[in-house]
């Protein structure tokens, strides 16, 4: 018996070391592009991807150019979104302009917010039924849009909700219904589907968000972490090459890391399988 334990006892470092071993694989693709800034899946693991310039490229997983975007006014986005079933979604806080896009990168609408009650637009998502998010820096609160009829449906002032008067909102993401808000130096605010506040995670970063099933994902000293949305833990799920990743995006079965200038793209690996 004391044989058997004894052995047990020495598989077990090797049994944690392995859950986070960088098996990450053998990149499929790197997709190198000058001023490198967004990168989105579509639901057909097409990578869409934009430069400072507010150029946005179209490649396949093996790193094919498919198109090319190049808008007339230039500006750099604040967000761009292919996820959605049908659209291409991007955000300029510079132009203070959205864009929405078809699957072949044909521009279907360019719109500003000046005839709204949007003044100072920071940051701005795609949602459900017609409706764009914006984070107005203006008023400090978080507003709905129906693009179609360019009108704002509601607005809460976060301000008074959140107590704080300094709220620097890095991105904001719909997600199963939810809004996913973060804050610089305050962690991720979630809001229900109507703007009302449920509840914030404390987790500071300056990463895009990347999520998958029920889980947000980031990078933290070469670690790929992992929030659960249902049950608030936070795991370390896989240790990852010591390159300098700004930050990943996981498709449907593609991983993203990205680095300056440069896109690395893997098979979605077992260990981003495995959570549910």
Wanted: include cysteine; hydrophobic fraction near 40%.
């Amino acid at each position: 018996m004391k044989k058997i334990l004894a052995i047990i006892s020495m598989l077990l470092p090797i049994i944690t070391i392995g859950q986070t071993q960088d098996n990450i694989g053998v990149p499929i693709s790197e997709i190198s592009i000058e001023n490198l800034d967004l990168i989105s899946f579509d639901n057909k693991d097409q990578i869409f991807a934009s430069n400072t310039s507010g150029d946005i490229y179209q490649y396949t997983t093996v790193g094919k150019q498919l198109n090319l975007f190049s808008p007339m006014r230039q500006g750099r986005l604040q967000q761009l979104e292919a996820a959605w079933t049908v659209n291409i979604f991007s955000f300029s806080a510079d132009l203070q302009q959205y864009r929405i896009l078809d699957r072949f990168m044909n521009q279907l609408s360019e719109q500003g917010f000046s005839p709204t009650e949007i003044n100072l637009a920071k940051a701005a998502t795609l949602g459900n039924n017609n409706m764009i998010w914006v984070w107005d820096e203006s008023d400090l609160s978080l507003k709905t849009l129906d693009y179609l009829r360019n009108i704002v449906t509601q607005a809460q002032p976060l301000n008074l909700i959140l107590n704080s008067e300094n709220l620097e909102v890095l991105e904001i993401r719909e997600f199963k219904n939810r809004l996913f808000m973060n804050v610089a130096n305050e962690g991720v605010f979630i809001f229900d589907n109507q703007g009302n506040f449920i509840s914030k995670i404390k987790i500071v970063t300056d990463q895009r968000m990347c999520f998958y099933k029920e889980h947000l994902l980031w990078i933290q000293n070469n670690q790929v972490m992992a929030f659960s949305i249902s049950t608030k833990a936070i795991l370390t799920i896989a240790q990852i090459p010591p390159r300098d990743y700004r930050y990943m995006q996981v498709g449907q079965e593609t991983l993203a890391l990205i680095e300056k200038d440069k896109i690395n793209i893997y098979p979605l690996p077992n260990w981003i399988k495995s959570l549910r």
